[in-house]
């Protein structure tokens, strides 16, 4: 009777509340090995790939490896039209722009001036100098019409553009005929190297280039090149003043060409075994971009990126492999997450945020692998472990496995502000408990020497390892993962728009 009571009580359980046997567990942990992690390190690394740029020819190959390694282990695609690639769009833009300047200091263009907005110039555009300074109506006199316009005018930071009513007079300046419009204003530095971007002669930028792209030319001008220029700091405040500077003048010559491409993400799912939970699911991500082709150094103009983050890419896949073995899967479903374009300012990881392959609502945790091949063998930085309880779970689980000869320590560089530097933050601010597993920088960091032939496969096998063990322990839980409130508040909320 007793025999027939326990079976019962085993029949009644749910489906997916049996848990993997310690053999099972064993045998995937044992799939991953420096030698595999080494091999596809190796292949992703090589000169072939060509550095991985976004966009570029090597970053399509490196994806479609990834896609094609995420199809051999049986993951189910979660990218765009019942594939494993989720395509983002991206604006290719080919701009030159010339200043000259009679009358004053130089404007170096790509430094000191850069085109914002407007259309072409490419025959050349001069006319009178007129600055206006202060707010308020221009009235019908001003001499606006074929005009070289320097507005004083102010910058939001809040709004990440001009003020409201910077804005309105600058309109009411188009409206009338310019023959090219200069920006005045204090524009902070992280600002102006954004708009220096934007004037390299072939620039790529996430998302459709927004702005007319006809008119007069609208070029900002740098605060210190603006003093220089007139002596003084132009003031966008008080009563409006427009005056003649005759003794300035300008020219402008501008072309700005506009073309668009993509970028890849790879996305690859293994969905859990409990009826209920399977619904919710871990991300690992890692992204499999680098920086492409840079300068020579001592004869090597491919940087191929191997720790950075060839080693957290293939953690990705090698983490992939191990969870597609075990029997029964874990209970929560897994999201196995390569994208691209982080060193480009997180592009691929912010789309997905955006456009997840389940409800945002859905994913419960991110587990991200940011350059985890160097540095100390037996040590491991997880940044972002005060912000959530996955903190105290990373925590117990490196405890419980002394085996991997591995500490996962707090970060231990919070000036750098590594946790919004790489792609768990676009999880993080959409509300989801994130971990950073980071190793640190080194001497071949953004260098052509970040090869794979200096990457410790062994640690990185460990490494990989212990994020195994975590979301394991993640998506085998009765409960997702919670912030600390203090946390949410300053990360997530502050982060909505």
Do not use: C
């Not at 896949?317 to 209970?331: D, G, I, T």
């Not at 063998?377 to 959530?388: A, F, L, N, W, Y």
């Not at 200096?454 to 096998?461: L, P, R």
């Not at 993640?474 to 409960?479: H, I, K, R």
């Amino acid at each position: 009777m007793k025999r027939l009571l326990a079976l019962l009580v085993v029949l009644s359980l749910p489906i997916g509340a049996s848990a993997q046997s310690p053999t099972n567990v064993n045998q995937a942990v044992g799939s991953i090995t420096p030698d595999d992690v080494y091999r596809r390190i190796a292949i992703i690394a090589d000169d072939s790939m060509m550095g991985r740029d976004t966009p570029s020819p090597g970053l399509d190959m490196t994806a479609r490896y990834i896609a094609a390694e995420f199809q051999r282990l049986g993951l189910e695609p979660g990218g765009d039209d019942g594939g494993y690639l989720q395509r983002y769009p991206l604006t290719e833009i080919h701009a030159s722009l010339d200043v000259k300047v009679d009358g004053g200091v130089d404007l170096v263009t790509g430094q000191s001036v850069v085109q914002v907005d407007g259309g072409p110039a490419p025959g050349g555009v001069t006319g009178p100098t007129l600055l206006i300074t202060g707010a308020g109506e221009l009235g019908g006199r001003a001499p606006i019409a074929g005009a070289m316009v320097m507005l004083a005018a102010k910058y939001d930071p809040q709004r990440r553009s001009l003020t409201e009513d910077s804005q309105q007079l600058l309109n009411r300046i188009m409206d009338r005929g310019p023959a090219a419009v200069f920006l005045l204003a204090d524009y902070p530095d992280r600002i102006w190297r954004f708009f220096v971007r934007l004037q390299r002669p072939t620039q790529v930028l996430r998302g459709r280039v927004t702005g007319s792209q006809e008119g007069p030319p609208v070029l900002a001008v740098s605060p210190t090149a603006a003093l220089e220029l007139l002596g003084m700091t132009p003031s966008p405040e008080g009563d409006l003043a427009v005056r003649t500077i005759e003794t300035l003048s300008l020219t402008v010559t501008a072309t700005r060409d506009l073309s668009e491409t993509s970028a890849p993400n790879v996305v690859g799912i293994l969905e859990g075994s409990d009826p209920l939970l399977k619904d919710e699911y871990i991300v690992y991500s890692a992204h499999m971009d680098h920086v492409g082709f840079r300068g020579g150094v001592e004869g090597d103009s491919i940087w191929n990126g191997a720790d950075d983050d060839a080693s957290g890419t293939i953690g990705v896949v090698e983490l992939a492999e191990a969870f597609a073995m075990l029997q029964p899967r874990p209970k929560r479903s897994l999201i196995f997450l390569a994208v691209s374009g982080e060193e480009k300012g997180l592009w691929g990881s912010g789309h997905y945020a955006d456009n997840p392959s389940v409800p945002v609502e859905q994913l419960v945790a991110n587990l991200n692998a940011d350059m985890i091949g160097r540095n100390w063998p037996d040590t491991i930085v997880v940044i972002g472990k005060e912000h959530s309880d996955l903190g105290a779970t990373m925590n117990r689980v490196n405890e419980e496995h002394p085996e991997l000869g591995m500490t996962a320590i707090d970060d231990i560089w919070p000036d750098e502000r590594f946790y919004y530097r790489s792609d768990h933050y676009n999880f993080a601010r959409k509300g989801v408990p994130v971990l950073f597993f980071f190793n640190g920088t080194h001497e071949d960091y953004h260098r052509p020497s970040d090869e794979v032939s200096k990457i410790d496969a062994e640690k990185t096998s460990r490494i990989v390892k212990l994020m195994f063990y975590l979301g394991l322990e993640v998506a085998n839980a009765p409960d997702r993962p919670k912030w600390d409130p203090d946390s949410y508040e300053q990360i997530v909320r502050r982060a909505t728009p």
